[in-house]
T-cell receptor
């Protein structure tokens, strides 16, 4: 199974709030879980990533929580700002033979942070 | 360090035509992957190249092809364009592939009319 399920589809929070975006996967062969941020007209930008041997990773205002047994991971954005308004994608990756890999993406969450 | 550069940024083609898109990876990166992004299907993996060899291919018809040159630059080609090929085509580069960080370009917006 290659699917990564992401929720919610859209999210509106007040400035300073903590939006949480959740993702779930089935394939236990996934071993790398990045999050990307995409603004309109731009390509996705890598935000933060985690491997399954770690339960939490924090970079600036962005935190990934990872639950290996539940096959779930989530992105928390602390002290959210209007500039964080974008579409966020979770992804999962695994080796696919010959040293290759491919990213399997969730469907995305459109975040709006209102002043 | 320059980022991933994709050209052209926008393209309009007619059904039945073919198109070639170009991607220049970050200097020193040897792995280039291509993704298709549409509102309905989201981001879908097309193929990955490393040292001029296609190492992996997604579930797309044979009309979609690509290649990589010795300087790691990559091109993808779509032949016999269909309306459903309208999408944002994204290129990502990474140093070695194999679950290292992947950095995306701004994409080429292809519209098929």
């Amino acid at each position: 199974q290659q699917q990564v399920k992401q929720s919610p589809q859209s999210l509106i929070v007040q400035k300073g709030g903590i939006p949480i975006i959740n993702c779930a996967y089935e394939n236990t062969a996934f071993d790398y879980f990045p999050w990307y941020q995409q603004f309109p007209g731009k390509g996705p930008a890598l935000l933060i990533a985690i491997r399954p041997d770690v339960s939490e990773k924090k970079e600036g205002r962005f935190t990934i929580s990872f639950n290996k047994s539940a096959k779930q991971f989530s992105l928390h954005i602390m002290d959210s700002q209007p500039g964080d308004s974008a579409t966020y994608f979770c992804a999962a990756s695994m080796h696919s033979g010959a040293g290759s890999y491919q990213l399997t993406f969730g469907k995305g969450t459109k975040l709006s942070v209102i002043p | 360090k320059a980022g991933v550069t994709q050209t052209p940024r926008y393209l309009i083609k007619t059904r039945g035509q073919q198109v070639t898109l170009s991607c220049s990876p970050i200097s020193g990166h040897r792995s280039v992957s291509w993704y298709q992004q549409t509102p309905g299907q989201g981001l879908q993996f097309l193929f990955e190249y490393f040292s001029e060899t296609q190492r992996n291919k997604g579930n797309f018809p044979g009309r979609f092809s690509g290649r990589q040159f010795s300087n790691s630059r990559s091109e993808m080609n779509v032949s016999t364009l269909e309306l459903g090929d309208s999408a944002l085509y994204l290129c990502a580069s990474s140093p070695q592939g194999s679950n290292t960080e992947a950095f995306f370009g701004q994409g080429t917006r292809l519209t098929v009319v």
